[in-house]
C-alpha cells in the first residue's frame, strides 16, 4: 500500500508542476462553481423574456447582450453549463461503469469469455454509433435521460479495451494468485485487488472521455436532436447563434467561446493527468 | 494475411444484416404510423395507404420482403416524398456527399501529414509547437462551431467567399471542405508526430543513416511508412466520424448530399428512409474500417509476414 500511495503523491507532484494542467484544473472547477451556483450568480433566470427589448448587443445590464427573446445570454450560458456538464459527467459515468466491467470480467476470465467479449467490441467499433444516437432520439423522443444513456453506452468500448489489458496484466501477479488461493469470491476480487490497481488509466481516460461526450451532445442539440427549448446546452445556444449570426454575432461568439476554453482545459487537464500517472507516454 | 482479410469480409456480412433487423425492428417501435400527419384521411383510403406500403401484412413478413429488398439494391418507397423511392434519393445524395468527404480527407491529409512529420523533424522547434497548437484548436473546435465562424469570417465579413450552396457558384466547394476537414487534420497531424517520433529512433533509421543516405530518402522511403500506419488505421475510423460531419455541414452550407437527408428524414419521421440510410450508413462504414485494416495489415511487415 505504501508503494502504491508514493505512485499518486508522485503523479499530484508531476500534476502541480504541469501549467496547463493547472490552469485547464482552475478552469474547470470555475465552471463547475458557476453550473452549481447558477441559480444564484445568474442575473437573471434563463427563461426571463424580454421582448421589448430583443436582442441587444453586450451593456451593463446584460453583460453578455440578450437573444432574440430578450433572453440574457450569460444566464443562458450559465444554466446552459448545468446540461453540458450534466451530460458530460453522466454520461462517462455510465461509459465508465459498462466499460469497466465488461474489462475486469474479459480481462480476467480469459479465454473463450474473452474471446467472444472483445469480438463484441469489435465489431460494435465498427458501427456507426452516432446514427444510432439519432435514431433512438427519433423513435424514442428527445429525452435528457435517454441522451445519457445512449451517449454512454457509445462511449464504453474504448475503456473496456484499456481495462481488459490492464487486468490481463495484473492477473498473474502473486497477489491476486494469493487472493485466488486464499478462496475469494470472484466480485471481491474485483472490487478490492484489481479495480484498485487500474485506478489511473481508468480516471485519465474518463477525463478524456468526458469532452467527447460534450461534444457529442453539442453535436445532437445542433442538429436540433438534443436539449429542447426552453432549456439550453452550449449546443443549443450555439445552434441559436448560427441562425442569427448575420445580425447578432454575439449570440454565436460567447457560447462558442466558452464551449471551446471547456475543452481546452478538460483535454489539457486529460493530459497533464496521462502524463502525470504514465511519464513513459508523455512523449506521444 | 489473405485468411485474415477474408475472415473479416465474412464477419462484416452478419454484421450488415444483425444492423439491418436491429434498425427494421427499432424503427417498428417508433410510436406513430407514417400516414398520421395527414389529417382526416378516411379509414378507406389509409386502408388502401397501408396496403400500397404493405404496412398490412405482418411484421415478418414485412421484414423478409424488405431483407430481400436490400439485397437487390431496393430500399422501398419513401413515405415521405410519394414517388420517389429511398434508393433513388440515396443515390442523388451519395455523390455530393462522397465528392465533399474526398476533398475534406484530402485536405486533412495534405495538411495533417505534412505538418505533422514536420514537427517531428524538427522537434521541440518552434516548426513543432506552433502546428501542435494549431492542431489542438482543431481538435478543440468542433466542426459545428468552425463551419459558422469561417461563414462569418470569410463569407459575411470579407465576402470572399460563398456560404452555401454546393457546385453552383465558383468556390462554394472551398468552405465545406475545409471545415470538414479541419478537424481530421488535427488527429492526423498529431498521429504522424507521434508515429515518426517513435520509428526515427529505431535502429533501421540510425543503419540508414550510417548507409550515408540523405535526410530526405530516409524519411520519404524508410521512416514514413512506419511512421504513418497509425494514420491509415486512423483513416476508418475517420471516415465514420467524417459521415457524421457531413450532417453538420451540410446543414450548415445547405448541400443537398446524404447527411442532410438523413437529417431531414429524422426530422420528418421519414421512417424508410431512416431505415435506408441507416444500413446504407453502416455498410459504408463497415466497409471502410475494412479497407484501413487492410491497408494497415498490408503496410506492416510483421503482420504480413505472419501467415
Known sequence: MSNNSSLWSDAVGRLLKNKAAMVGAIILILLIGCAILAPVIAPYSYSFQNLDLGASPPSSEH??????LGRDLLSRILYGARISLLVGFVATGVALVIGVSWGIVAGYFGGRVDQIMMRIVDVLYGLPFIIFIILLMVIFGRNLWLLFGAIGAVEWLTMARIVRGQVMSLKNQEFVLAAQAMGISNLSMFRRHLLPNILGPIAVYATLTIPQVMLLESFLSFLGLGIQPPMSSWGTLIKDGVESMEEYSWLLIYPGITFTITLFALNFFGDGLRDALDPKTSDN | MITIILKRILLAIPVLIAVATLTFFLIKQAPG????????????????LNAAYNLDASEWEQYTDYMTGIAQGDFGPSFRYPGRSVTEMILTGLPVTFELA??????????????GVLAALKRNTILDFIPMAIAMIGICVPTFLMGPLLVLIFGINLELLPVSGWNQIPGDKLLPSLTLGFAYAAYIARLSRGGMLEVLNQDFIRTARAKGLSETAI??????QGGLLPVVSFLGPAIAGLLAGSFVVETIFQIPGLGRFYV????????????????????????FNLMSDIAALWLNPRSRDES
Do not use: W
Not at chain 2, 398520421?36 to 384521411?41: I, M, Y
Open chain 2, 264 to 287: 431531414e428524414a429524422a426530422f420528418n419521421r421519414d421512417y424508410t428512409m431512416i431505415l435506408g440510410t441507416t444500413i446504407f450508413f453502416s455498410a459504408m462504414i463497415v466497409f
Open chain 2, 219 to 224: 524519411v520519404t522511403k524508410h521512416a514514413m
Open chain 2, 102 to 115: 474526398i476533398y475534406a480527407i484530402l485536405i486533412a491529409l495534405i495538411i495533417g501529414v505534412f505538418s
Open chain 2, 33 to 48: 404510423g407514417p400516414f398520421d400527419a395527414e389529417k382526416a384521411v378516411s379509414p378507406q383510403v389509409l386502408k388502401n
Open chain 1, 63 to 68: 453583460l453578455l447582450g440578450t437573444d432574440i
